[in-house]
C-alpha cells in the first residue's frame, strides 16, 4: 500500500461526499416540490434521497478516517472534530467541522422524524441548504485539488446544479402547488 493511500482516500471521499450531497438536495427538492408530480413516485424519491444522504455521511466519515490515518498533514481527533483547532488552512477546515455536524444533525432527525413535531424537523432539515455550501466552501478553502481543471468543472456544475434546486425550492413550495386531482 502507498504512503499515500490514505491521502488519496480521503481526497476521493471528500468529493464524492460533495457530488451526493448536492444529489440528495436535488433529490429533496424534487420530493418536496413534486415538481416532476407527472412521472414520479414519491416512495422511490424518498428511498433515493435517504440513500444519498447516508451514503454522503459515509463518505464524509472515510474522508475524516482517511485524513486521520495520512501522515502527511497530522488530522487528530481534535482537529476533526473541533472547528478552528486545525492549523492547516483553519477557517475552511472549521468550516468543514460544522457541516459535519449539521450533516449529522439532518441524518438523525431524518431517522427520528417519527417521533419528532413536523416543525422541528423541517426546520433542521433545512439546515441541508446550508450544509451544502458549508461543503462547497470547505472544499474550495481546504481542498488540495482545486487547482485541477477537473475538479473546477465538476465543483462548477455541482455548484449550478445546487443553485438551481435551491431556486426551484425557493419558487415552489412544499406540496402547495398541487392541483386539486392530486
Do not use: C
Amino acid at each position: 500500500m502507498s504512503e499515500k493511500s490514505w491521502w488519496y482516500l480521503s481526497r476521493a471521499s471528500g468529493i464524492v461526499a460533495l457530488v451526493l450531497l448536492v444529489l440528495s438536495v436535488v433529490w429533496g427538492v424534487l420530493l418536496a416540490t413534486r415538481a416532476l408530480r407527472h412521472i414520479d413516485r414519491p416512495a422511490w424519491l424518498l428511498d433515493l434521497h435517504k440513500w444519498l444522504g447516508g451514503t454522503a455521511l459515509v463518505m464524509t466519515g472515510l474522508h475524516m478516517l482517511g485524513l486521520y490515518l495520512d501522515g502527511y498533514i497530522q488530522f487528530g481527533f481534535a482537529e476533526l472534530l473541533v472547528p478552528g483547532k486545525s492549523q492547516f488552512r483553519p477557517l475552511g477546515v472549521a468550516i468543514g467541522v460544522l457541516s459535519f455536524y449539521v450533516m449529522v444533525a439532518v441524518q438523525a432527525t431524518s431517522y427520528m422524524r417519527r417521533w419528532l413535531s413536523k416543525r422541528v424537523w423541517r426546520g433542521i432539515h433545512m439546515l441541508s441548504y446550508g450544509l451544502v455550501w458549508g461543503a462547497a466552501i470547505h472544499a474550495g478553502m481546504s481542498g488540495t485539488d482545486t487547482i485541477n481543471r477537473a475538479y473546477q468543472v465538476l465543483a462548477l456544475v455541482l455548484t449550478m446544479i445546487a443553485v438551481t434546486a435551491t431556486m426551484i425550492r425557493i419558487i415552489t413550495p412544499a406540496r402547495a402547488r398541487r392541483s386539486p386531482a392530486s
